[in-house]
């Protein structure tokens, strides 16, 4: 324990940067508190570009080592972290429902064992990544991945450790080094990763984790020369300032950004099933990239679904995610709940009704809200709340629901239900988004390709994809009988 550790909920976390293999104190600090309740849970390194260079330093150096490492070794120790994540699944659970207030039982069950599963996942990908040598005129073929070099990851606050996991898995991999920059709102499981990191034999160097604000470090980062890959998930003003801090040295960007997807209730659907992916939608309390926040309802059924919708989310039950029965939690930060009602209070003014909710319930807590007879150019319609906020409005043909599924900026996701299988065939052709869910929701595999479309995003991560990114993909092309008339 030194002046830098914080005990959180039981749990000594160091708030230094992780650089080089060594933690390193900024002189400044910023203040990390809980939205359980509002609490300071303690003050983090502050970093600047100072720390960002030497970050980016640390990664250069490291690189060349780990690059030629073999894939069985960087295997062999990705599955070593996977391992070290998977015993401390409670303390990483504890530590991020603290600092980001999403609910316990899920950072239990399900996002925990997926950051372990990110690490085991492209390891094993890794080992089987091939393509088929083919042939040219009798010249052969070969296409190799070969590292690209120092990445910079810089990740948002709604699932920390989970988004900055399926980044550092896959760049690790590839065999590149990496400097990750957690969000300032949820700064901490990175700085557990960076232990568990070290004790899986993770190499001194090769991951690097600096903390603090965007606007302080970020220029620092992505502008950098050495620097060979940025990936971001975050929001789109943000991300227009990446890739302008980007251009000078064109590093190449993936780009995981927001969200305004629709879920499509045709009047044969299940309704049952319908309402259920509806009220899914209020999950981490509403702040989910690919949340379906627009919910476009056939006009038949539009007031049994609303009827159905109210009924089921009065047994949602809200509060402290630590609790087992909870089933919506905080919002991260007060200035994040001001945003949301802002957004709802102007929706509200231009003649938008609040089926439920429409208010904060304190300063952590916004009461779940459904609000219909909005118009599709009005800015409740066509902006990311990032809340447990949601609209509601009818069609008649499914040209109108393709129609009005596709009128916004974005184009992440989008789901379907309908009993008709052609019409969900006819339908996802004409959507625009990077995932679409037929009958189902949040079901991700890490094989499948995953992005947005629009302002969505720019490229595709997962599987193969993430490869295809933080690697230099190249191909050899040998003669026939090459090696002839060269001893
Ligand atoms: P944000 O853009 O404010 O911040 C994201 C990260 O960028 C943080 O780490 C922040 O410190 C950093 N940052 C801020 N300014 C920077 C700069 N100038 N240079 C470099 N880094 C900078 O986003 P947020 O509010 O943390 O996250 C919410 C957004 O993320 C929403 O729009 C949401 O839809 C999106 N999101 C997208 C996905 C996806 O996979 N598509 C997943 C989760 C969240």
Partial sequence: MTEHTLTVAGVAVDTRHWIGGRRVASAETFTDVSPIDGSV???????????????????????????????AERARILHAVADGVEKRIEELSIVETTDNGALL????????????????????????????????????????????????LITPWNAPLMLATWKVAPALAAGNTVVLKPAEWSPLTASLLADIAAEAGLPAGVLNVVQGYGSEVGDALTSHPDLRRISFTG???????????????????????????????????????????????YDNA???????????????????????????????????????????????????????????QRALAAGARAVIGGHRKDT???????????????????????????????????????RLANDTRFGLAATLATADAERAERVTAQLVAGTVWVNCFFVRDLQAPFGGSRHSGVGREGGTWSFDFYCDVKNTVTAPNGWKNHG
């Fill in 235 to 281: 929001s789109v003003p943000t991300a227009r300032r990446i890739a302008e801090s980007a251009a000078g040295n064109l590093t190449p960007l993936s780009l995981e950004l927001g969200g305004k997807s629709p879920l499509l209730v045709f009047a044969d659907a299940d309704l049952d099933l319908a309402v259920d992916l509806a009220v899914e939608q």
């Fill in 105 to 152: 039982r899920s950072h239990r069950r399900g996002v925990m064992p997926r950051v372990a599963h990110n690490f085991r996942f492209f390891a094993d990908w890794l080992l089987k990544l091939e393509h088929e040598d083919f042939e040219t005129r009798g010249h052969t073929n070969h296409v190799s991945w070969d590292p690209a070099g120092p990445s910079v």
């Fill in 41 to 71: 849970i303690g003050e983090i390194s502050r970093g600047t570009a100072l720390e960002a260079a030497a970050a980016v330093a640390a990664a250069k150096a490291a690189f060349p080592a780990w690059a030629a490492t073999s894939r």
């Fill in 286 to 344: 509403g702040q989910v990239c690919l949340a379906a926040t627009r919910f476009l309802v056939e006009e038949s059924v539009a007031e049994e679904f609303t009827r159905r919708f109210v009924e089921k989310a009065a047994t949602l039950t809200q509060g402290d995610p630590r609790h087992e029965t909870t089933d919506i939690g905080p919002n991260i930060h007060p200035r994040q709940l001001e945003k949301i009602d802002a957004f709802v």
């Fill in 364 to 402: 952590q807590y916004y009461a779940p809200t459904l609000l219909t007879d909005v118009a599709q150019d009005s800015e409740i319609v066509q902006e990311e709340v990032f809340g447990p906020v949601l609209t509601l409005q009818t069609f008649s043909t499914e040209e109108e629901a393709v």
